[in-house]
């Protein structure tokens, strides 16, 4: 049998990695931040001198660089070219070259090949822009998180982070293939006013009501 998926997806600083971070914890899923994928490219990118913007490196980049993505402690590393990218994507320079290299078709097309295989592995609560449109159009665990614009533009501010939230909504609705959107299907979810806590609570009541229930911890 399949393994669930809980999909969630949503525009940036919504909250989304809290939440599905939270969501996996309880359910004892493996938390997938797809987003973390497209910034790992996008240092990498940067890293070589590769414009983010320019499709035809880029996906020159995307078929020569050796990708893993591996499972250890209830979530998934991403490692490119051997390296671990993780202390990096964060930087200011990714957030502003992200949306740009996630544009690209072929980059695109080879992480949701990656992202799906990951259910083969284990239960997964799976976080970015097209979980639900895309990746796993099938699932009925399936939320788009949304917040108010000025909300999510200071919740990035309190991490200490300068990020170009508006800028990116902006790139990820518009771009050709796959653009940011709730699903037809999806639950919306209104992050504005409750802590990650209370969503966190609605969701899993909406996903044991629709039959999903905790994996079972491994027997040592
Ligand atoms: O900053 P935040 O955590 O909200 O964003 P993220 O989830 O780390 O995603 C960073 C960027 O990656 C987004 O702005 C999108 O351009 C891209 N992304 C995407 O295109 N598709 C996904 N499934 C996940 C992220």
């Known amino acids: 049998m399949l393994n669930p998926v809980v999909a969630i997806d949503g525009p940036a600083a919504s909250g989304k990695s809290t939440v599905a971070r939270g969501l996996a914890a309880r359910l004892n899923f493996t938390y997938v931040d797809t987003g973390a994928m497209y910034r790992a490219f996008a ?10 913007a320019d499709r035809v490196a880029v996906s020159g980049l995307v078929e020569r660089v050796p990708l893993a993505l591996t499972i250890s402690g209830g979530s998934v590393q991403t490692r490119l ?32 090949i990656e992202q799906r295989k990951l ?34 533009a200071r919740r990035r501010q309190r991490q200490g982070q300068s990020d170009v939230v508006a800028a990116r909504d902006q790139a990820d609705a518009a771009r050709a293939v796959a653009p940011l959107t ?22 899993l009541q909406i996903c044991r009501a629709r039959g999903l229930s905790a994996a079972k911890v491994d027997a040592l």
């Not at 240092?43 to 983010?52: F, H, K, M, N, S």
């Not at 320079?93 to 097309?109: D, F, G, H, M, Y």
């Not at 449109?133 to 614009?149: E, I, N």
């Not at 709730?182 to 969701?203: C, M, S």
């Open 182 to 203: 709730k699903a037809a299907d999806a639950v919306l979810v209104d992050a504005t006013d409750d802590d990650a806590d209370t969503i966190i609570g609605k969701i």
């Open 81 to 112: 070219d051997g390296r671990d990218p993780a202390p990096f994507i964060r930087e200011e320079r990714v957030n502003a070259a992200v949306s740009k290299i996630a544009a690209v078709p072929e980059l695109r097309e080879r992480l949701v």
């Open 119 to 152: 259910r083969n592995l284990a239960p997964l609560v799976m976080e970015g822009r097209d979980i639900g449109t895309v990746v796993f159009t099938d699932t009925v665990f399936k939320f788009f998180l949304d917040a108010d614009p000025v909300i999510r």
């Open 43 to 52: 240092w990498l990118a940067l890293e070589r001198g590769v414009d983010p």
